[in-house]
């Protein structure tokens, strides 16, 4: 019913882990993005953005044509709506729900993405930016922390597509891990999702379609991702 063009990054885990919580059927296209597949004219077609994740509905609500979407919160979002789940239906929940969502597009994850840029992926290390990436890092994380304070989870007792936003981005690079022992309601909520069945699901997903690997980054695809401009 649902394809998912997907790559096992953070934005992706958390496509993944609405589907699998929700019980969701779907088939996985693989987009290695390594590889450039991001960028074949088929899926900018559908993500004209040339990121990943996109989804295809083939039975949207509406019953009409088959539906694309891209971004990751807009597809949360969409996912939520379509089934009612994981969203709440009163109107101060809900704007609860979407100023966390928003707030993890716009700030929780381009920030925490820089941080790791910087600390793993870039050629040389500069300085200026991997202390104004990590401070920042840190400023958000001191954010969430003050939010969860009294909480089972971000918008309160209940688990919600702000958790899922949020939670693969809470220190993705294993070279380059976040210390996250200030933390302490963090490190609370973070283990409660990962307990989650859905949430193993998922995970075990992404490492069939992409399993770890210790060799490093190559230069075409440090390119590819990097510095790649198509028609260039």
């Known amino acids: 019913m649902i394809d998912l063009h997907y790559w096992p990054t953070p934005n992706g885990h958390k496509i993944t882990m609405y589907l699998e919580e929700c019980g969701l059927d779907y088939t996985i296209r693989p ?5 450039g597949e991001q960028f074949r004219p088929d899926y900018l077609a559908i993500s004209p953005n040339n990121r990943m994740p996109a989804i295809v509905d083939h039975a949207p ?17 969409y996912l939520a709506e379509k089934t009612g789940r994981l969203i709440p239906t009163d109107l ?18 381009p920030m925490t993405g820089q941080y790791g840029h910087f600390r793993v992926y870039a050629p040389e290390p500069l300085p200026y930016a991997i202390e104004r990436y990590t ?16 909480r089972d989870f971000i918008a309160g007792d209940d688990y919600t597509i702000a958790d899922i936003a949020c939670y693969p981005w809470i220190s993705p690079y294993a070279k380059a891990p976040i210390d996250l022992s200030g933390y302490p309601e963090i490190r609370r909520w973070h283990a ?14 992404g490492v069939d379609v992409n399993p770890p690997s210790d060799q490093p980054l190559g230069e075409e695809a440090r390119r590819i991702l990097f510095g790649h401009a198509p028609g260039r």
């Open 61 to 77: 609500a509406d019953g009409g044509a088959p539906l694309s979407l891209f971004e990751s919160g807009a597809i949360l979002l």
């Open 31 to 35: 987009v290695n993005i390594g590889a």
């Open 192 to 205: 409660a999702i990962a307990a989650r069945p859905a949430t193993q699901r998922a995970y075990a997903r």
């Open 92 to 109: 101060r929940g809900r704007e609860t729900v979407l100023q966390w969502l928003f707030w993890q597009m716009a700030g929780l994850g």
């Open 135 to 150: 401070k920042e890092a840190h400023r958000l994380l001191g954010v969430l922390e003050r939010r969860l304070v009294g």
